[in-house]
């Protein structure tokens, strides 16, 4: 062990600490890795690989950099070849894929033969699998799966939930460990097995700045900075071109806290001022936090948060009168549903911490839905874990339907504001009208306008469908919708653009883009 190093968990006196937060790891401390993917269907592009993904996120937090992922097809030579390689320059070396019975597994054969050793049934592997399958004839498929390098390592995770040993051990060869190709079963694995990579020396400390501004106009400074702190930060630059907020995203990793903040520091005021932005990397994480902020606040009585007060004081009183089994948001992807999801979101979130459940949402589609609007609905179903409710069709039909399919349901949380058509007369508890399927609508945005649905989308940083980014205003169908022509210009190169619709001053005038 090197005499200079320090464990994070040994930490008793002010000077040690001191010590610790000024040690800087030297080179040698570092643990490599290198990943292999191996298999002919991602090379023809029918399977995406996700496993390196989750592999390199797992060992960045242990400590380890990963140097290179290869992903090669299923050929005992080729296999060898790359293991051989690979062994020789990282510490540690991962194998996805090629491990299960059939004929087109050979990452066992492949191992072995890169060391030069031969493959053979493991007395420990074939009881198991005898166990497991209820078959012991060696020449089986399954016992393809026991026969494994000589000399070959065992290691059993213990399952965090269950507490019991794993089914099927991981197995290594010097340093290369071969874990199986199927997401589910390679993650459940690493998660158990991840330990054995940690490097104890090292941790990496990370942060990052927004910035506003387009790449190439800040690619000096960035450079500058970089250069100065070469040897313990590095710098990231990596440009965003469809985000709302942002333009640039500036990343900054090292091993020593210090050296991060001082380069961070350096690097923010290397932008040109008002650039780098506030940016909320988390909206759905801190949504209780944020939201309640604004409730909570003592002195702030502006029309603003006087909206947010009372759409949290109109849910919460929702979530009195009902469970949640009889309630779900009415979400098509607009802007005032979208505040709204947050802001219900928010309020169960605040009442129940626990709630692991999904929050029901109804989606009708429109005749000829955006396919923007679809992508940022089944954006939102994720962020959010909602269970949605999807309909084709009128909605007073669909609504009909949602009666008999979910004879639960009693209400609907809805974005109307009084300014929409037909709205003005809306409380924040009105049943349907009298010729539409019994429900009630709840609105908590009622005395919302146009600029405060705005104010909080981009006060808060929450995602919104891009339309709204080129220059929609208001969102229906496809075939009567279109950009406000409030919003639009020429831009420098002489062509019509549109501007984002928070930029829209008149909100009397959102639909101006809508035919009916
Ligand atoms: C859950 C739900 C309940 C509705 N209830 C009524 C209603 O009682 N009376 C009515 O005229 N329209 C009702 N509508 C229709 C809306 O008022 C409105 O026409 C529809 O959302 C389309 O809005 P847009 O023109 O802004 O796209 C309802 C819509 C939904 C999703
Ligand atoms: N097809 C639909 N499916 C589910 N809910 C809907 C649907 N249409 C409207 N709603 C509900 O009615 C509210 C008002 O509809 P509206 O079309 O104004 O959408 P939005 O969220 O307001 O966005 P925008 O005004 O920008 O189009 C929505 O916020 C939503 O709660
Ligand atoms: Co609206
Ligand atoms: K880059
Ligand atoms: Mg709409």
């Given amino acids: 062990m090197d005499t200079n190093q320090i464990p994070a968990n040994d930490i008793n006196s002010t000077s040690q600490l001191l010590n610790a937060i000024n040690y800087v790891p030297k080179v040698s401390d570092q643990s490599t890795a290198g990943i292999i993917v191996i298999g002919d269907e991602i090379l023809k592009g029918q399977t995406l690989d996700t496993n390196s993904n989750f592999i390199c996120k797992k060992l960045f937090s242990l400590g380890v950099k990963v140097q290179k992922i290869s992903v090669i097809c299923d050929d005992v030579d080729i296999i060898a070849e790359e293991v051989t390689q690979f062994s020789q320059k990282f510490t540690h070396v991962i194998t996805s894929g090629g491990i299960g019975p059939t004929h087109d597994d050979m990452t066992f054969e492949g191992v072995a033969k890169a060391f030069g050793l031969q493959t053979q049934h493991h007395p420990k592997l074939v009881e198991l699998i005898t166990d497991w399958f209820h078959i012991s004839d060696l020449n089986s498929a399954e016992m393809k799966m026991a026969k494994i390098p000589e000399g070959a390592k065992l290691s059993f995770g213990i399952d965090p939930k269950t507490k019991q040993e794993s089914k099927y051990p991981l197995v290594s060869v010097r340093n290369v460990h071969m874990f199986p190709g199927v997401p589910s079963l390679l993650e459940k694995a690493f998660i158990m097995l991840g330990h054995l990579f940690q490097n104890p020396n090292v941790q990496f400390y990370t942060d990052d700045l927004y910035v506003n501004k387009d790449e190439a106009s800040i690619a000096a400074s960035i450079a500058h900075v970089a250069e100065k702190y070469k040897d313990t930060v590095a710098i990231g630059s990596y440009p965003d071109l469809i985000n709302s907020y942002y333009k640039v995203k500036l990343t900054l990793e090292s091993m020593n806290v210090k050296s991060l903040q001082e380069a961070r520091k350096e690097l923010y005021e290397s932008?040109?001022?008002?650039?780098?932005?506030?940016?909320?990397?988390?909206?759905?994480?801190?949504?209780?936090?944020?939201?309640?902020?604004?409730?909570?606040?003592?002195?702030?009585?502006?029309?603003?948060?006087?909206?947010?007060?009372?759409?949290?004081?109109?849910?919460?009183?929702?979530?009195?009168?009902?469970?949640?089994?009889?309630?779900?948001?009415?979400?098509?992807?607009?802007?005032?549903?979208?505040?709204?999801?947050?802001?219900?979101?928010?309020?169960?979130k605040k009442k129940f911490p626990d709630y692991n459940e999904k929050l029901q949402a109804l989606y009708i589609r429109s005749r000829y839905p955006f396919p923007e609007v679809e992508k940022f609905v089944q954006l939102s179903r994720d962020r959010y874990n909602l269970q949605m409710i999807h309909y084709d069709g009128r909605i007073k039909e669909c609504l009909a339907t949602l009666k008999v399919k979910h004879p639960q349901m009693k209400a609907v949380i809805m974005g109307t504001r009084k300014t929409d058509p037909c709205s003005d007369q809306l409380r924040e508890f009105s049943m349907t009208d009298a010729d539409w399927p019994q429900l009630m609508r709840v609105n908590p945005l009622l005395e919302w306008h146009y600029k405060h649905v705005w104010q909080f989308l981009r006060q808060l940083c929450l995602p919104y469908c891009s339309l709204y980014d080129r220059g929609y205003s208001s969102l229906g169908s496809m075939d009567n919708t279109h950009p406000n022509p409030l919003l639009q210009y020429i831009d420098e190169r002489g062509v019509l653009a549109f501007r984002p619709a928070y930029l829209l001053e008149n909100g009397e005038r959102e639909r101006d883009g809508r035919n009916k």
Avoid at 272 to 298: C, F, L, M, N, W
Avoid at 325 to 334: D, R, T, W
């Fill in 271 to 348: 932008m040109p001022a008002g650039t780098v932005i506030d940016y909320e990397k988390d909206p759905v994480g801190s949504a209780v936090a944020r939201v309640y902020t604004i409730v909570d606040d003592p002195v702030a009585g502006d029309p603003f948060t006087v909206c947010v007060r009372n759409a949290v004081a109109t849910l919460e009183r929702a979530l009195e009168m009902y469970q949640l089994s009889e309630i779900c948001v009415g979400f098509n992807g607009g802007k005032d549903c979208t505040v709204m999801l947050h802001l219900w979101y928010a309020v169960v």
